[in-house]
C-alpha cells in the first residue's frame, strides 16, 4: 500500500521569510510525487512534480520541493512567503504498488503567511 | 478555456434519494478520477477510469457508482446515499502519458453534498 504524512497540520511563517511544508511517503518502487494548493472554496491546483532526474524541481509561483530517496521525503519550499501564498497544500503519490493510477494524497497542511 | 467542470456544486438531498454528480473535461484527457474530501482525510479517490468503458476502484468506492460512456464525462452515482456520505466531491482529469501516468491533475471546482 502506498501512503503520504503531512506531520503539520498548519505551519506559520512571517511574510518575506523562508517556507517548508513538509511531506513523506511509504511506497514501494520508484514513486511519483506531487504537490497542489488549494485556495478557499476552490479546486486544487497543480503546483510541481518529481518522476525522475534531478532531486530538485521547480515550480508555480515561486515554489520548489527536494526528492530525497533515502528519507523518503518531498518537502515543499519557497525561499521568501508572500501572504497570498496562504492556502491549503496537498503532497500526492502515484507508486507502483497502484500501477500508477491510484493518487493517494496526504492529509493537508494550512500555510498561514503572516504579514 | 481548459477546464473541468461539475455540476450542482452545492446539494442537499436526503437518505435513499439517488442522485448523480456529473463531470465534464474539455482537454481531450483519457484519465479521470472523482475524489472526496473530509477534514482531517485529506482527499481520498473514489474511483478513476483510463478511457471510455474502463474504470476502476480506488480507496473508498462503497456505495457509489461511476460510468464512462464518453471520453469527456465521468459522472458519479450516489444510487441510496447516507449521511456519511457527506462531504466535498472533486472530480480530475489527466493526460495518460503511458503506462506509468506521470500526468499532473487538473481539478473541478469541488461538489458539496449534503444528505440529511
Known amino acids: 500500500a502506498q501512503s503520504v504524512a503531512q506531520p503539520e497540520d498548519q505551519v506559520n511563517v512571517a511574510e518575506g521569510n523562508p517556507l517548508t511544508v513538509k511531506c513523506t511517503y511509504s511506497?514501494?518502487?520508484?514513486?511519483?510525487l506531487f504537490w497542489y494548493v488549494q485556495y478557499p472554496n476552490r479546486g486544487l491546483q497543480f503546483l510541481l512534480k518529481y518522476i525522475t532526474g534531478d532531486n530538485l524541481v521547480k515550480g508555480s509561483y515561486g515554489f520548489e520541493a527536494e526528492f530525497n530517496k533515502s528519507q523518503t521525503s518531498f518537502h515543499l519550499k519557497k525561499p521568501s512567503a508572500l501572504v497570498s501564498d496562504s492556502a491549503l497544500y496537498f503532497c500526492?503519490?502515484?507508486?507502483?504498488?497502484?500501477?500508477?493510477?491510484?493518487?493517494?494524497f496526504g492529509i493537508g497542511t494550512k500555510l498561514q503567511v503572516i504579514p | 478555456e481548459a477546464q473541468v467542470t461539475q455540476n450542482p456544486r452545492y446539494l442537499i438531498t436526503v437518505t435513499g434519494k439517488k442522485l448523480t454528480v456529473t463531470c465534464s473535461q474539455n482537454m481531450n484527457h483519457e484519465y479521470m478520477s472523482w475524489y472526496r474530501q473530509d477534514p482531517g482525510l485529506g482527499l481520498r479517490q473514489i474511483y478513476y477510469?483510463?478511457?471510455?468503458?474502463?474504470?476502476d476502484k480506488g480507496d473508498v468506492p462503497e456505495g457509489y457508482k461511476v460510468s464512462r460512456k464518453e471520453k469527456r464525462n465521468f459522472p458519479l452515482i450516489l444510487e441510496s446515499p447516507s449521511p456519511n456520505q457527506t462531504s466535498l466531491y472533486f472530480c480530475?482529469?489527466?493526460?495518460?502519458?503511458?503506462?506509468?501516468?506521470?500526468?499532473?491533475?487538473?481539478f473541478g471546482e469541488g461538489s458539496r453534498l449534503t444528505v440529511l
Open positions: 511506497v514501494s518502487g520508484n514513486p511519483y
Open positions: 477510469s483510463m478511457n471510455v468503458e474502463v474504470t
Open positions: 480530475a482529469s489527466s493526460l495518460l502519458t503511458g503506462p506509468t501516468n506521470t500526468g499532473e491533475l487538473f
Open positions: 500526492a503519490v502515484r507508486a507502483p504498488s497502484g500501477g500508477y493510477q491510484k493518487v493517494t
